[in-house]
């Protein structure tokens, strides 16, 4: 069904006033005759289609560029970096000749029209970014976002999306082991569905994207190429330009785990057998993308014979295959050599695999359909060169009252019964609640190298098992904190993380990051991203912690009202010997609970300030970066020495969120005594940063307080763990049960 | 009382893996002859009172709403006969 | 010398390099099958280990039934080999029909992921001999389709004969029908349950139990003493 | 080329959680009048080649071994008219 005369190169250079639907494609009119100029001529449907996608936003980071530059400006000396920014994910180095990659993206808006498979192909996709580094995915985390618990249409996409995302990385074989679950109304028509992945790999095996060497194969393999997502490009299909006919390609694409499972198997197969030279996955803008990409880094060009690639729909024209996001699909470069013994391990796993081009030595990206060029152009221009933006941003005219409506003037409970009954009101809203519900549908245990899983401070999994390394990983982001001031709320998001992986005993060593905004083409959201990233710029290089790579999701917003800022963070940590890992729950009665760092009035977006007063203003806590150092090597040392037996930071919900969860995990309860200087609601509601409460054995109690001391972090004796429920004194006593059945009963009742 | 039936299949142009999956096994269990397999659902629903064009509305509208995810699939509604198909 | 035991990776097969590290710490020989296998390498024993063998798109099990490698299998289960199903494995069997009865989607309809209290109710068989009858062990479950069902007649038999191996104890968590967890062959030579002994062998990983280990040793001596 | 359709369903003794999920939903959704909900599987087998007697005994046998699970499920084979039964 080829439109006659078909849209070659040379039909394209005779017909210059054949006009295009660029703006159906989403290109803007300067954009449109950039690429004219870029190719001297009008381009063809194809190159049109190419240039579209690769110059959307969600590819091309038009908006966000100019910002996220900092990660790289500012980026800390680090030499655990092994491949920074720019590649499909980061590489750092874990010791012992390991390297691990991980990143996190979203996948928002699929997820809001189909959640099953818009979580499900979000976890297909990082997982390939990972698998295209060369590293054996370890484990997935899965940071969500959804509207108010109470809508009914969150009832609709929360259980979906979880089982999207279980159904997927369970099929896959991936330990889920972290991420997070916040519920607020300014999310309602538009979750955010982000998924991250880990993986391992010995520093020999890294690969990159890049098509180097004239004659290499590039072999396309996996799933067909269906008319998956390119709703856009059946314009192009149509018979003539103008004639848009709407089309029955459908946006939503539908993940095939098991097709991925394959592709995991035959791909690091060949990686072992060292036969590929480069490789790309197939994410958004497909072909488009893998293609230019792979040229663009390479020394050479490439020609693509499109008629090769292998087709789930025969009248899919070659604009659509360009741009079809079909799920599972691969691109690797090989040498001519070693195309049979990839082939023939693509057959041993029954995945297709088709020799679909060759580099050249050229530098352009050539395109043949039906034996006639439909794409000639310099892949840089593609890949590489798309617009930049420097979007208008200004500070809201509404930041300054709300930094001024300060949460520390709410009323305060007045009795030791409100307190209590506030405490349990905590423990139970959805946002504190426990995930159980939800994350008991994910596998933690797969692959046999889970060594912690959420509820833990971080997920951590063995990556060898004769010396027992181990990476830790966890994510946060707190979109009320960022909301009321989102420089500090990207630190704070990076800080909680930070803090999550050394509680458990890891050393963090990097940063990957999503994040999600609203329109970018309003300026109060533009003015947030910006301080979002300057924020995360900053903290990252004061923590010595480098951004390794992330993702952007803007436009997340219903008419004029866009979500909060929600800067999602991921950190990575190593760990020497997992043995040494500190769990969070309760081990043994009559361990001596002590409070590190200090605590002030701090309520500006806090979880009792939501809960209790559904309030939002003021000021987000404190950060003070070194502190967090500090935290976390005292953290890290009290493991590796034996000192502390649990331990738990302190982020939403305060203190008493802490204890409570420490204690219900390890089934053992807690007498706290409030410290001097404090009131008791301050002491368990405060949410000020740079804090973790820590469990030591009595035999250690020395040791721990001269290291405190020594170092100049402040740790107060607050209590000791003991019987069967939480005891304030003079204050309330809860139940252990009393409170199991308040933290655990919230997400069934909500959604079973 | 009568016997609905809704049955949901994915649109032909959505990758349908389980369909797939049934398909690349027929070869191995000596079957060939079967150029391709789509897997659906099937719904019966026992519907109290008479099946009449009000009653159809309602289930076609529920099928729309919830039965079926019309980004995704496409379904139809057939009123069962009350003697089974041959099997 | 040490025990053989073949491990089967079918496409889709996600406990198998476990499985393998299990027999490993167990102190017998991991010896691995491929689905494509026409033969089965002349071990002693075989371990089907979890995960969604063909997507287990059909029904869980379906599919990787009629691989290759199934059909001596099948003919060595019958004639004594032992053979271990672990949840998909346990599909399989159940699909196979060398275990009576089959294998549905979890009454509440989610994955469940859980540390599963399970009562051992048979020592009677070649996975189970390093257990007492009537011993409480905790093994993590990780499934979809673990709900087990077979006909009335069916049941009271296993029961009578004492072929149910093991019941889950004080949460059933897929509805399983008198909580059965697993089940053997009149034998005794081919068991199959839901829960994954293979993700309980080291103190450290996992829920840090090693409720699992006596599977594994348990096959190991009946073969080396054998 | 013609289609087979092959419908299985649980056998009416087991429980269909699916099916009752479905049913539990209704009068949230405003739905009431109906009684019983299962929820079963569709396959639509495009064979190529006359569907006659020979090709049918075959499908039935391959629905037997294959596609449904006996000990579970019963299923029935039909020939699908070629005109889409109305919406
Ligand atoms: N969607 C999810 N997937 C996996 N784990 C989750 C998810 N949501 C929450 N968790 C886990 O539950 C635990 C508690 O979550 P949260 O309160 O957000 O942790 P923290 O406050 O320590 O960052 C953590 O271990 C987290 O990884
Ligand atoms: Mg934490």
């Known amino acids: ?187 309602q028509g538009n979750p955010l569905v982000n998924a991250g992945c880990v993986g391992v790999m010995r520093h ?118 360009l741009m079809s996001e079909s799920q599972e699909r691969m691109c690797a470069v090989v040498e001519p050599g070693k195309v049979d013994r990839f082939l023939q391990i693509c057959e041993k796993w029954d995945v297709i695999a088709t020799v679909i081009g060759e580099v050249t030595d050229g530098d352009r990206l050539e395109i043949f359909w039906h034996g006639e060029k439909i794409v000639d152009v310099d892949p840089r221009t593609v890949a590489h060169e798309g617009p930049t933006y420097e979007r208008p941003y200004a500070r809201p005219s509404w930041q300054d009252a709300l930094q001024a409506d300060d949460a520390g003037k709410l009323p305060r409970p007045e009795t030791a019964k409100e307190l209590k009954e506030q405490v349990l009101q905590l423990v139970a809203s959805p946002n504190q609640a426990s995930k159980k519900w939800i994350t008991s549908q994910y596998d933690h245990f797969v692959q046999g190298n889970t060594v912690l899983a959420q509820p833990e401070d971080s997920g951590m999994i063995r990556i060898d098992e004769k010396t027992g390394l181990g990476v830790a990983i966890a994510t946060d982001g707190n979109g009320r904190y960022a909301k009321l001031d989102p420089y500090k709320g990207a630190q704070l998001a990076l800080a909680e993380a930070y803090r999550n992986v050394a509680t458990t005993g890891a050393k963090p060593l990097a940063v990957s990051d999503c994040l999600n905004f609203g329109s970018p083409e309003d300026p109060a959201v533009m003015w947030q991203f910006a301080e979002a990233v300057r924020g995360l710029a900053d903290a990252c290089q004061q923590l010595g912690t480098p951004v390794t790579g992330g993702n952007v999701s803007l436009y997340n917003q219903t008419g004029e009202a866009a979500i909060h800022p929600t800067p999602v963070v991921a950190v990575l940590g190593v760990i020497d010997d997992v043995a040494r890992r500190t769990p969070v729950g309760f081990q043994e009665d009559g361990q001596l609970l002590y409070l590190l760092g200090d605590t002030r009035e701090e309520f500006g977006g806090s979880a009792w300030s939501q809960v209790v007063h559904d309030h939002l203003g003021g000021l987000p806590p404190e950060v003070d970066l070194e502190r967090e150092r500090l935290l976390a090597e005292i953290l890290i040392s009290a493991s590796r020495d034996g000192m502390i037996d649990s331990a738990h930071d302190l982020s939403d919900g305060g203190l008493i969120q802490a204890v409570v969860e420490s204690a219900l995990l390890g089934d053992k309860g807690a007498r706290l005594v409030v410290p001097d200087g404090l009131d008791a609601f301050t002491f368990l509601f405060s949410e000020s940063a740079g804090r973790a409460i820590v469990a030591v054995p009595r035999s250690e109690e020395v040791r721990f307080n001269d290291m405190c001391g020594a170092r100049g972090l402040p740790a107060t004796r607050i209590g000791v763990v003991d019987g069967d429920s939480v005891d304030v004194q003079g204050e309330f006593a809860l139940s252990l049960q009393e409170l199991r059945e308040a933290h655990e009963g919230t997400i069934p009742a909500l959604l079973a | 009382m009568a016997r609905v039936v809704v049955d949901v299949m994915l649109k032909p142009e959505i990758l349908d893996p389980q369909g797939q999956a049934v398909q690349r096994a027929l070869p191995r269990l000596g079957f060939d002859g079967i150029s391709d397999v789509r897997q659906g659902k099937r719904f019966e629903l026992e519907v109290d009172g008479p099946v009449d064009e009000a009653a159809l509305t309602r289930i076609h509208e529920l099928a729309e709403s919830f039965l079926a995810n019309t980004v995704i699939e496409d379904f139809t509604v057939k009123v069962e006969e009350v003697t089974e198909a041959a099997k | 010398m040490t025990a053989r035991i073949g491990v089967v990776t079918f496409p889709g097969s996600l406990d198998d390099r476990d499985t393998q590290r299990a027999i490993r710490i167990a102190g017998a020989e991991p010896v691995a099958l491929w689905h494509k296998d026409k033969d089965l390498k002349q071990v002693d024993a075989v371990v089907l280990c979890g995960g969604f063998s063909y997507g287990d798109y059909l029904r869980a099990g379906a599919i990787a039934r009629f691989s290759p490698v199934m059909e001596p299998l099948i003919e060595q289960a019958k004639a004594g080999l032992p053979v271990l199903g672990i949840c998909n494995g346990f599909q399989i069997l159940t699909e196979a029909h060398l275990l009576p009865g089959a294998m549905l989607g979890n009454d509440h309809l989610h994955f469940i992921c859980r540390d599963q209290k399970l009562r051992v109710e048979s020592a009677n068989t070649a996975f189970t001999s390093d257990f007492v009858a009537g011993q409480e062990i905790h093994i993590p479950l990780k499934n979809m389709d673990g709900r087990y069902v077979a006909d009335a007649r069916t049941l009271d038999m296993l029961e009578a004969e004492g072929r149910v191996v093991f019941r889950y104890l004080d949460f059933n968590p897929n509805g399983s029908l008198r909580d059965i967890a697993g089940i053997t062959n009149e034998a005794g030579n081919v068991v199959g349950l839901m829960p994954h002994p293979e993700h309980a062998v080291e103190p450290l990983i996992g829920t840090g139990r090693t409720d699992g280990l006596p599977f594994f040793t348990s096959i190991l001596k009946k073969l080396v003493n054998a």
């Open chain 1, 204 to 321: 020999e095996d890294i690969h990159l994207a890049k098509a180097s060497g004239a004659g290499n194969k590039v072999i396309l393999y996996g799933a067909r190429t269906g008319g998956d997502g390119i709703g856009g490009a059946s314009i192009l299909a149509s018979e003539t330009f103008d004639d848009a006919k709407p089309s029955k390609r459908p946006a939503v694409q539908v993940g095939d785990p098991f097709q991925e499972k394959l592709l995991i198997e035959c791909t690091l197969e060949a990686f072992a057998e060292k036969l590929v030279v480069g490789i790309q996955d197939l994410g958004a803008a497909g072909l488009s993308c893998a293609t230019s990409e792979l040229a663009s880094n390479g020394s050479g060009g490439m020609t693509v014979v499109l008629d090769d690639v292998p087709l789930r729909d025969s009248t899919l024209s070659p604009e659509e295959i």
């Open chain 1, 1 to 187: 069904m080829s439109r006659t005369p078909l849209d070659t190169v040379e039909h394209a250079a005779a017909t210059p006033d054949v006009a295009l639907p660029w703006a159906e494609l989403g290109l803007k009119k300067d954009e449109y005759e950039r690429i004219v100029e870029i190719l001297g001529r009008r381009p063809t449907g194809a190159e049109l289609a190419m240039y579209s996608v690769m110059w959307s936003e969600h590819c091309s980071y038009k908006s966000s560029k100019v910002h996220l530059r900092q990660f790289g400006e500012k980026a800390p000396q680090s030499d655990a970096l092994l491949v920074g920014i720019g590649e499909n994910a980061g590489v750092v180095d874990v010791g012992q000749g390991y390297a691990v990659t991980f990143k996190v993206e979203s996948h928002n808006h699929p997820s809001y029209v189909e959640p099953y498979q818009g979580a499900a192909t979000g976890v297909g996709g990082i997982v390939r970014d990972i698998i295209a580094m060369g590293a054996r995915p370890v484990a997935v985390v899965d940071p969500l976002r959804f509207g108010a618990p109470d809508h009914p249409d969150t009832k609709r996409v929360l259980p979906g999306v979880v089982a999207g995302i279980g159904g997927y990385g369970n099929c896959l074989g991936l330990p889920n082991i972290g991420g997070e679950v916040v519920f607020d109304a300014c999310y």
